[in-house]
Structures are given as C-alpha cells and as structure tokens.
C-alpha cells in the first residue's frame, strides 16, 4: 500500500477514512487553502514563541523565513505551537519540563499530518527536546535556531549572559559593586533577542545540532538579529521539502557516527556540561549509549580550540564573524567520522568540503596552540560518584585540579540558602563545598544550582574558586572547580548521602579521582541509619517525572521515553 502523506497523513479515527479525509480538508479550508495547496508537502512548523521567553523573541520572523522557502519548494508549511522553556521563567528548573516538551513535540510531530518538520529551538532545554522528540517520532526533521545575542556593553566593558552576570554578580556579593551599579549591569546584559551569546548550553546544542547533522551547515553561530539568521531559516524551510520527498528520516542521519561528531565537538568548543546530559538523552531515544569512560578518552586527544566564554574571552557573534562552526570542524576534522550523512543528504566531510574558504581569525584556535590543552570536560568515577560526576576542567581554577579538603555540607538547596552566608558558618578557603538532595529526583528536576555561591565572608577576603560538589547540573555559562552530575544522586542513597561535616573529599582530575576519605565500614554504618527523604510531588507531570526520570549519566529522560536495551555505544 502506498505511504500516506500529507493531508492524508494519519487520518482521525472515526472508522470511515473517506469521511475523515473529506472532514479535514472542509476543516482546514476554513484556514483559506486551496486544494492545490492542500496537495502538497506538509511541512510541519514546531513554533516555540513564548511571551515568557525572550531567547525566542524572533521566533514570527523565523516562522515567516521557514514559510517561504517551503513555499519555494513546492511544499505547505503549517506551523503549530509546543511547550517553550526559559531558563528563568519556570519554576522550579527548566530542566523539569525538559521531557514534558520532547513528549509535547514528538507527539504532536506523530499526531499531525507533516511530512516533515522543522522545529525552532534556541534556549537550553528546547533543542535538546526537540532532538529527542525528532528522534523518537522518526520523521524528517531540522532544527532552526534562533541563535544567540549580540553583546551589551556598560561603562565601555563587553558583557555577555550570562557568564558576565555570574562575574559582576559575585563581585555584588562580596561588596565590590553596589545594588544601584548591579540594577544598572542588569539593564545591559541582554541587549537584543536572541539566546545566551558566550559558550553556554544553548550556543552548545546548537553546535552539537549542527555537528550531528540535524541543523543545516552554517547555522549554530548566527546571531539572532542578523538577517543571514532569516537565510538559514529560508533555506531550511526549502531544504525540508525535498526530505519529505527523499525519506531522509533522523534514525540515519543520527548514528553513533553522528554522535561521536557531537561529543567531538562538545569537547573542542569547550561546551555546556548540561549538554552531555541532553546528548546522552537524545542518543538514548535511539538505543545509543553514551559510554562516558570512551567520552573522557575522546577529550584526552581533543583540545579546546574556541576561545569564548566561560573558558576563553570571546562571544558568538565572534565565532560567527570567524566563520562559525566550520572552522572547529575543518581543524578537527581528521578526528570526525567524517561519512556521516547529514540533513543536506550528504556527508559532513562533504559539507566541510562545500563551506567556503577560511581566512585568518583568532577565535579558533589551530591545535597547535589550543585555548586548553585537553578537552573541556573530564568524567570522574571514585567512592563519592560510583556512577559518574564530571567536571569542566576548562573552566576552573588549574591550582584546585588536585585538592583535598574538609567537606563542608549542606542537605539542600533551602539548607544552602539558608547558611551560606551566615558569618558563623564554619568554612575556610581550603575547605570542600557539598550540596546534596538537588539531584533529577532530589530538587527535582536537577536544577542548576551546582555553582555553589563562595560564602560571603570568604568572597569578601577575595576567595574567587573553591572547590564543590553536587549532585545539580551548573549553567554552561558558569565557571570554577565544580563537580556536577554526581551519580547517583543523594536521593537515591548514593554516597553523597553520606558525607558528614568534616568529612575529608579528595578531588584528582589529572587521575579523574573523587574520593571520600571515608572507611567502608563507618560508610556501611552511615547507610544503615540513612532513610530517603520525602517525596516531592503528589499528582501531575511532577509525579511522572518523579517516578521515572533516569540519573544524569543515563540523560535524565523518562525511563519508558528511552529506546532499551542499547544496541550500540557513541563515542565509535
Ligand atoms: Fe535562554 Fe540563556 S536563558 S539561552
């Protein structure tokens, strides 16, 4: 039987195909199509516009841009809204909700007549739902992103969100700017629309997209405001309809091959903590494990080569005028599986090939004088994380990379809040920051809150970096000696659980160590008296969510969401 498209594509269940198709078509006419145009293509528009999100703010342009060149191309493009997510407007994490909009988007990309989509993402948690969703749904699919800010400036100083936040934010806190100078930063660090332009989760996805072949080439840098941001959603648009035609499904294009581009890339851009997570997650969906030994392996070879912030100076739009992701890909590219197909139906050595020539730049650096000599992040494994914790070596004080310390705890993010500044706390410089129970089940949601503040009463003595540790993820916009993603999490009764005051906590990146300097037996005793704290949620997507997202190493996806058993591993 011949595959239905378009129109006729999943038809209503009413027992009587004929009536279903006859009743859509008098539906959507009331939309003012024709039948001509009712015939075509159907390419599917995911349009994330959220008055509660500004990293989308251009959203309508792109809708319009995306339109155009399906209409070029002979095709329909009907756009529909899904769930949008901003870091800081959802409570209490958007990490929470990330799952909820990649169920959101594949079954709306399952549940609707398109042949295709294309789906803008941009802000942290929307790409990588949107991958996960395309992976599952399996239909062709490209992601357009609205791409990040140009930079803001105050006092004649460039700033970027929003690892200049976090600076000028910890120079607030220990009494270097006042709360009128802090107001007056606030109003200049987001300049236009458009997502977070240093190196954070956002500008990582979108490169790791394009790396994997889901993004067309060229797309990851472009500012938000640029009208070359509109050609890439042109084309995308134009680009969409011929994979409709050709079939050229995402279970092809994201291989382990793929994958391994990702991870490659990840490493060389200096990128997002958090996206190892969202990779781990997106590759889950199609039964690929992200083997984390072989991913520390891949970073002990690849240098970190974009000079951006948190790990270098500069900032997307940098990148952009330097020629965006080509370039990291040219200079790796003996190290990329470069046969892997991508979304132009050919290869990504093929498309490195095709992008236009080089010139001299400074943002990407040749491997021969890399920002940082190993890749940006390296995976921990020890008594404390007998599952894995990472770290973003790139982005933390070299001095503290071999550290031992007395821990010093706080059982969650309230206890934390509650005592991190209090002059009394019993802390010194020296000392270990603990922060447990801020796990994907603890907080829940994982929020970001792994960038444990430095207590105020150290800030104020200059104390800059200090060691931490968490079972929370940190904004890829953040920096400093910050060991994230412990697993398992203290929730569960992972060893985290178990650390007391005083406690001394070993940390050895070099030997990818994290060690509780704690006997088995005192370990086993402290087990024994450990009782999970309460649950966090009743009723709702918040109880689903409880019941079935996986820890950090596995993507913190929904256990029944992900493709089991692995049938094949990444990085190749
Ligand atoms: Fe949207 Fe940073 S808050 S990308």
Redesign the pocket.
């Known amino acids: 039987m011949a595959r239905k498209t378009g129109m006729r594509k999943g038809l209503t269940s009413y027992g009587d195909e004929g009536f279903a198709l006859f009743l859509r078509k008098a539906f959507i006419k009331a939309m003012g199509y024709s039948d001509d145009a009712l015939d075509r293509p159907v390419i599917g528009i995911a349009d994330t516009f959220s008055g509660f999100n ?2 989308h703010r251009t959203a309508p342009d792109l809708v319009a841009a995306i339109k155009r060149g399906v209409a070029m191309a002979g095709g329909l493009a009907v756009e529909f809204p899904t769930v949008s997510l ?3 407007f959802a409570f209490p994490t958007s990490m929470l909700y990330r799952n909820l909009m990649a169920m959101d988007t594949e079954e709306m990309l399952g549940a609707l007549p398109m042949d295709a989509a294309v789906m803008i993402g ?3 948690k929307t790409v990588p739902a949107q991958l996960m969703a395309a992976a599952s749904a399996n239909i062709p699919s490209l992601i357009v992103v609205t791409g990040p800010m140009m930079t803001g400036d105050y006092h004649g100083e460039r700033l970027g ?2 690892t200049d936040c976090r600076r000028l934010w910890g120079l607030h806190r220990a009494g270097e700017i006042d709360a009128d100078e802090i107001d007056a930063i606030g109003g200049r660090l987001m300049p236009t629309a458009g ?2 332009m240093v190196m ?3 500008s990582t996805m979108a490169c790791m997209t394009e790396a994997l072949g889901m993004m067309l080439p060229g797309g990851a840098a472009i500012p938000a405001v640029m009208a070359d941001r509109l050609r890439h959603a042109e084309a995308s648009g134009v680009r969409a309809v011929a994979m409709a035609k050709e079939g050229l499904t995402p279970d092809r294009i994201m291989t382990p091959q793929a994958f391994s581009n990702a991870l490659r890339v990840l490493l060389a851009i200096g990128g997002s903590t958090n996206a190892l997570i969202h990779i781990t997650a997106v590759a889950g969906r199609l039964g690929i494990e992200v083997d984390l030994d072989s991913f520390d392996a891949m970073g002990r070879e690849t240098p970190v080569l974009v000079d951006l912030k948190p790990s270098g100076t500069g900032y997307m739009e940098d990148l952009q005028k330097a020629g965006g992701l080509t370039p990291v890909l040219r200079e790796i590219r003996d190290l990329l599986e470069a046969d892997a197909l991508t979304c132009t139906g050919r290869s990504l050595g093929d498309n490195i090939d095709a992008a236009p020539a080089g010139w001299a730049q400074d943002v990407v650096r040749p491997r021969t004088d890399p920002v940082y000599a190993e890749g940006g992040i390296a995976v921990l494994r020890g008594n404390l994380c007998p599952g894995s914790a990472i770290i973003k070596q790139s982005g933390a004080s070299p001095e503290l990379m071999k550290h031992s310390g007395r821990a010093v705890v706080f059982d969650s993010l309230d206890d934390m809040a509650e005592r991190i500044d209090d002059p009394g706390l019993d802390v010194n410089a020296d000392d270990v920051l603990v922060l447990r129970n801020a796990g994907p089940k603890g907080a829940p949601g994982m929020p970001e809150s792994g960038y444990i503040p430095i207590p105020k009463k150290l800030a104020k003595k200059g104390v800059r970096d200090m060691v931490r540790i968490s079972d929370a993820r940190m904004s890829g ?1 953040a920096f400093g000696a910050v060991v994230l993603h412990v697993c398992p999490e203290a929730a569960i009764g992972g060893p985290l659980a178990l650390v007391r005051a005083g406690d001394r906590i070993t940390l050895d990146v070099p030997a990818r160590r994290l060690e509780l300097e704690v006997s088995e037996e005192e370990l086993a005793a402290r087990r024994a008296e450990w009782s999970p704290p309460p649950a966090q949620a009743e009723r709702g997507y918040k109880r689903l969510h409880l019941d079935h997202v996986t820890q950090a190493d596995e993507g913190c996806d929904l256990d029944f969401l992900a493709q089991r058993p692995f049938t094949a591993k990444a990085p190749v």
């Open positions: 500004p990293c901003h870091e800081s941009g802000c942290d969100a929003c997502t977070c954070g989760t956002a916009t």
